[in-house]
């Protein structure tokens, strides 16, 4: 073999290696639910592979369904045990919102006009999962995932 095929044959192969060092991740159709059949409106949703000290998140619709992405948005979870925790912050930020009075001068022009265009309602307190769920050493979920497509229904407690 000549020198310029033996270094041709070194370059395609070390341009053959330089893949993506990211795991494979799998699909995860997720959906979260109290017992009474409710599901939470909001929030994000965060698995942890220990194993490989990867996350996987997902932000969780109006309906409590889910999907996660570990690299970018919705890709799913690398295969293995993952703990699970809930993240509702906003919900914590409007309550504190509430304790806020704000005065207006009715005088000026459109003071009684609703400056909340478009806002959602705050959410009940039915519709907000236990705080032990925003913490991993806390929450008691935890799913595995498998390789291929994953459907995930978990049980919540109410806040």
């Known amino acids: 073999m000549g020198f310029k095929r033996l270094i041709l044959l070194a370059l395609f192969t ?73 993240i509702q912050l906003m919900a914590h930020s409007l309550r504190a919102k509430r304790e806020v009075v704000i005065e207006v001068d009715e005088s000026e022009g459109d003071a009684g006009h609703d400056h909340d265009h478009d806002q959602d309602e705050e959410p009940s307190d039915m519709e907000m999962v236990h705080p032990r769920y925003a913490d991993y050493r806390t929450s008691d979920l935890s799913v595995e995932i498998k390789p291929g497509n994953n459907e995930i229904t978990l049980e919540l407690d109410h806040r």
């Open 14 to 86: 070390m341009a053959v290696g330089c893949g993506s060092d990211h795991l494979p991740t799998h699909p995860i159709q997720g959906q979260l639910r109290f017992p009474d059949g409710t599901a939470p409106k909001m929030g994000t949703i965060e698995l942890f592979n220990a194993e490989h000290k990867l996350n996987a998140r997902g932000k969780i619709q109006s309906d409590g369904s889910f999907t996660v992405g570990t690299y970018e948005q919705g890709d799913g979870a690398v295969a293995g045990k993952h703990s699970v925790a809930i």
